[in-house]
């Protein structure tokens, strides 16, 4: 079972960039679908961005296209850059990984996903 430790976190000014790193161990990295969800404090946890490790589809929240890229390497590390970043960014990232159902479907709910990294916290100033 992959094991996941994220890292990057930290505090940025509004408009600035940060980069999340989530470095993936165990084989079956590459029959998993890895993915970033955020929850912020009283809200639920929220999709962000995908990948399918094998093939490299990937699924953006709509309220980060444009301004956050999702990307994989071959340390077998995914990584978040996100850019432009606003206030309502602020909360805390979680890698996340699930078994993969499809080359092309990324799937977004939190449901899906049998394995957490402890998180990373993204404080956004304005």
């Known amino acids: 079972q992959a094991q996941l430790v994220e890292s990057g976190g930290g505090l940025v000014q509004a408009g600035g960039s940060l980069r999340l790193s989530c470095a993936a161990s165990g084989r079956t990295v590459i029959t998993k679908t890895i993915a970033w969800f955020r929850q912020a404090p009283g809200k639920e946890r929220e999709f962000v961005a995908g990948?399918?490790?094998?093939?490299?589809?990937t699924e953006y929240a709509d309220f980060v296209k444009g301004r956050f890229t999702i990307s994989r390497d071959n340390t077998n590390t995914l990584n978040l850059q996100m850019n432009s970043l606003k206030p309502e960014d602020t909360a805390v990232y979680y890698c996340?990984?699930?078994?993969?159902?499809?080359?092309?479907?990324?799937?977004?709910?939190?449901?899906?996903?049998?394995?957490w990294g402890q998180g990373t916290q993204v404080t956004v100033s304005s």
């Open positions: 996340a990984a699930a078994p993969r159902t499809s080359l092309k479907i990324v799937q977004t709910s939190p449901l899906a996903y049998d394995t």
């Open positions: 990948i399918n490790w094998f093939g490299g589809s």
